[in-house]
């Protein structure tokens, strides 16, 4: 027999039998589909397998220092390639500027060697 449940109900479902598997309890479903009740199945089993693990004492300020250190290494990249892309926009630049009074220079030659 299938029965439909709302999306709301199945959040609902979902979230009770989650607190009952974080708290170690037992969870007593209401009439389910199949397909909830499989996944509720699959949940307990996976909840079954885990095995709470700490990490070592040193672990967490190494963790914080490797963390630091990369923040530092990314900024450095950022500055570099900022600096590298300023150097870039001004050559390009410093060539249109050249460009522009190249072509300047050259119609004003023209324009005067027509007149005189």
């Not at 299938?2 to 009770?16: G, N, Q, W, Y």
């Not at 885990?50 to 004492?57: A, D, E, H, I, Y």
């Not at 926009?89 to 072509?103: D, I, P, Q």
């Amino acid at each position: 027999m299938k029965r439909t449940m709302d999306k709301r109900s199945i959040e609902d479902v979902l979230a009770a039998h989650a607190d009952a598997l974080n708290k170690r309890g037992q969870f007593a479903p209401p009439a389910l589909p199949e397909e909830i009740g499989a996944l509720l199945a699959v949940a307990e089993l996976v909840q079954e397998t885990l095995v709470p693990v700490q990490p070592r004492p040193s672990f967490v300020p190494s963790l914080g220092k490797r963390l630091l250190v990369r923040t530092r290494q990314g900024r450095k990249a950022l500055t570099a390639r900022t600096r590298r892309a300023a150097l870039v926009g001004a050559a390009v630049l410093g060539s249109l500027l050249s460009l522009a009074s190249a072509v300047g220079i050259l119609v004003y030659m023209l324009r005067h060697r027509v007149r005189g």
